[in-house]
C-alpha cells in the first residue's frame, strides 16, 4: 500500500483527518493501532513532550521502531483492548484504521476518556 511506503501523504483519508487534530505542543498522545507509527511521528512534529504508540503485531512495532524512532515516542506491543489506561495521562488519544476490529468499542471509549 502507498501509507506503507510513503507515510501519511499517501494516506487517503490524511487530508480529511489532518485538520482534526488540536493543537499537540507540549502535549501527550495515545495512539491506537499505531501501525508503522506515521501518527506518532507528525505528532512529534507538531511539539509533543511524548507519543505512546501501541499495537497488536510485533511486525508493525518494529516497523514502526525502524521507520519512525525518535526519544518523544515509545513503541509498546500490546492489544487496544488489553491496554491499561491510565487515568488522565494522555491529551489526546488517536486511532485510525484499527478501531473496527474491537468488538466493544464504548468501553474503550470510555477507558480513554479523562477522569
Not at 501527550?28 to 507519543?51: F, I, K, N, P, R
Not at 491499561?84 to 471509549?109: C, G, M, Q
Request: with cysteine; aromatic share 10%.
Amino acid at each position: 500500500m502507498p501509507r506503507s511506503r510513503d507515510g501519511l501523504c499517501a494516506a487517503g483519508e490524511w487530508h480529511q483527518l489532518k485538520p482534526l487534530f488540536p493543537p499537540l505542543q507540549e502535549k501527550t498522545v495515545l495512539d491506537l493501532g499505531c501501525g508503522y507509527g506515521w501518527h506518532c511521528s507528525y505528532a512529534v512534529e507538531q511539539g509533543v513532550v511524548q507519543v505512546l504508540g501501541i499495537d497488536l503485531s510485533s511486525k508493525m512495532i518494529e516497523e514502526a521502531k525502524r521507520r519512525n524512532a525518535q526519544r518523544q515516542i515509545e513503541y509498546r506491543v500490546c492489544g487496544i483492548e488489553e491496554y491499561t489506561y491510565p487515568k488522565n495521562r494522555w491529551d489526546l488519544v488517536v486511532s485510525n484504521l484499527a478501531l473496527h476490529y474491537i468488538e466493544n468499542i464504548d468501553l474503550i471509549f470510555k477507558k480513554c476518556t479523562k477522569r
